[in-house]
């Protein structure tokens, strides 16, 4: 898919102490994520609005600007519903919601509905049933369809597993964000990921890029076929001239 959007680093690998400087550079990095994902949700459509972000190894990272995109909509007097269907669940935890199922949270002044899959939900059906794409996924739960029933938006953090595919994705969002981060996954595991996102089928799907140095040259590239991931040299992958 095409790179739409790169920027720096979002957060710290590891606590230390921060010079004020960089802790507000990542702060605007972060500002300018939320802003793209913001332009992602598709504008003309029947509610819900509804963007997945899929994490390729970074649901973490991007967790607080989803979460901070949740909380502005909210602020608008929208109706939000906030998925997290990533390991751990880092988007639900920032809002202080830590066991699976739907929840009605308040937080900073707003409120919002958090959905959490139970660990055992390995494809988590959405309440979206688009043109019936999969007819043989499950039935979403009552509780989720209740709570997305005139909901504005619906926004939902995605990990995509190669071994059972993405056809659960149309059933959560209709626009696609991918975000990698530079220099964490393989190219095997970035192109299994393109490709259930491709399989899926979505509306619109886009890539951000995150810790991307200066010398990136990856933005604004159009989505073009790949080779086979073993026969990509060692400079191919890594982005670094052979020079």
């Not at 990272?61 to 751990?88: Q, T």
């Not at 055992?120 to 043109?131: F, Q």
């Not at 969002?173 to 970035?190: E, F, K, L, N, Y």
């Not at 604004?220 to 991931?229: F, Q, V, W």
Request: aromatic fraction near 2%; glycine fraction near 6%; include cysteine.
């Amino acid at each position: 898919v095409p790179v739409r959007l790169s920027v720096g680093a979002l957060s710290s690998r590891r606590w230390r102490p921060q010079r004020p400087g960089r802790s507000n550079a990542r702060r605007c990095e972060a500002l300018r994520v939320v802003a793209y994902l913001r332009n992602a949700v598709p504008k003309e459509t029947s509610s819900p609005a509804a963007l997945a972000i899929v994490a390729v190894d970074n649901a973490a990272e991007v967790a607080p600007s989803l979460v901070a995109l949740a909380r502005a909509y909210a602020r608008e007097d929208k109706k939000v519903v906030l998925a997290d269907m990533s390991p751990g669940a880092p988007a639900a935890r920032l809002l202080g919601v830590k066991g699976p199922g739907v929840h009605a949270v308040a937080s900073q002044d707003t409120k919002l509905t958090v959905a959490v899959a139970a660990p055992d939900e390995i494809a988590p059906v959405g309440p979206l049933r688009p043109d019936s794409r999969a007819p043989q996924l499950a039935q979403p739960s009552s509780e989720l369809v209740a709570a997305s029933d005139g909901a504005d938006v619906l926004l939902s953090l995605v990990v995509l597993d190669p071994a059972l595919g993405g056809d659960f994705l149309p059933t959560w969002a209709s626009d696609v964000v991918v975000t990698v981060t530079a220099g964490q996954s393989t190219a095997t595991r970035i192109l299994a990921v393109g490709d259930m996102v491709r399989l899926a089928a979505p509306d619109s799907a886009t890539a951000v890029l995150v810790q991307a140095d200066k010398d990136d040259e990856t933005l604004g590239l159009p989505a073009t076929p790949h080779p086979d991931p073993a026969a990509v040299s060692p400079n191919a992958v890594t982005g670094k001239n052979a020079s």
